[in-house]
């Protein structure tokens, strides 16, 4: 499957750390390495959307294409409607959002996600996870939760521990450890990767919502599809997903890697 777009958003704006697309690893800057890992995917056409000129010269010098939007937009998937407008893109087009922080992206799940929503014409959105195995992590707000149905369409998203058990977590359990832990030995409790599949007339749609109310609660931006109505398929990831870069620790872990 080639008929695909892979569109990376890179803002130069980041409250953690200021200009991180362009933050060095092994020699180039990041966005550039996640340029490489979508080029790697089955994509037609890999894409990145920015609005600084100094992450289009980065990019462009290495031969990769860039699409030059506004700046004022809220979020990036709004970003990459303006994309999808600009190429003049058929609404049945499929693109896939690689975050422009995640050098260590696998291609393959790149190829999964387009897949998964190309083969579910119910869905306007596909999206991935993975199982929770730890409960620091079960518990970390910044950690999103996600709960499928019997179709893995998505239920809910949640920076919440979802869902609940009530019976390994009950007040006179909270102590033993054992009973908490051996709880998150299935598949119920799911860390949501952020890495989306859109058809481009759902893009179209989606802009012209107000932020829903959940949304705005848990500052989540699929609840606003899940407000709507609309179907959102999430998948267990084919491979690992390592995290990408958040904070000046994520930063050194990559570049260590590289390194090696």
């Excluded at 998937?77 to 896939?96: F, G, H, N, S």
């Excluded at 393959?108 to 959105?125: F, G, K, P, W, Y």
């Excluded at 929770?132 to 920076?159: G, M, Q």
């Amino acid at each position: 499957m080639n008929d695909f777009l892979a569109v990376i958003p890179a803002r130069f704006a980041s409250s953690r750390l200021p200009g991180k697309p362009l933050l060095d690893i092994a020699g180039e800057p990041m966005v550039v390495r996640v340029w490489r890992q979508a080029l790697a995917s089955a994509a037609g056409r890999v894409v990145v959307a920015t609005d600084d000129p100094r992450i289009r010269e980065a990019v462009e010098q290495v031969g990769g294409e860039v699409v030059m939007t506004r700046a004022e937009h809220p979020s990036g998937t709004d970003r990459l409607a303006e994309v999808a407008w600009r190429l003049e893109l058929d609404p049945e087009t499929i693109l896939v959002n690689v975050q422009g922080d995640e050098p260590l992206l696998p291609p393959a799940l790149v190829d999964q996600v387009a897949a998964r929503l190309a083969h579910d014409n119910e869905a306007s959105i596909a999206t991935l996870a993975e199982p929770i195995l730890d409960l620091d992590t079960l518990f970390n707000p910044n950690v999103v939760k996600v709960v499928r149905d019997c179709h893995e369409r998505a239920l809910y998203f949640s920076r919440a521990p979802l869902p609940w058990d009530r019976q390994a977590w009950s007040a006179d359990l909270w102590e033993n450890a054992d009973a908490r832990t051996l709880a998150l030995e299935t598949n119920v409790w799911l860390r949501h990767i952020g890495l989306y599949a859109y058809r481009v007339g759902f893009l179209e749609e989606y802009c012209r919502w107000a932020p829903a109310p959940l949304e705005r609660v848990e500052q989540l931006e699929q609840l606003r599809a899940l407000h709507h109505g609309k179907r959102i398929q999430v998948a267990l990831a084919d491979t690992p997903h390592p995290a990408g870069v958040d904070t000046q620790e994520d930063l050194q872990r990559v570049r260590a890697w590289f390194s090696r």
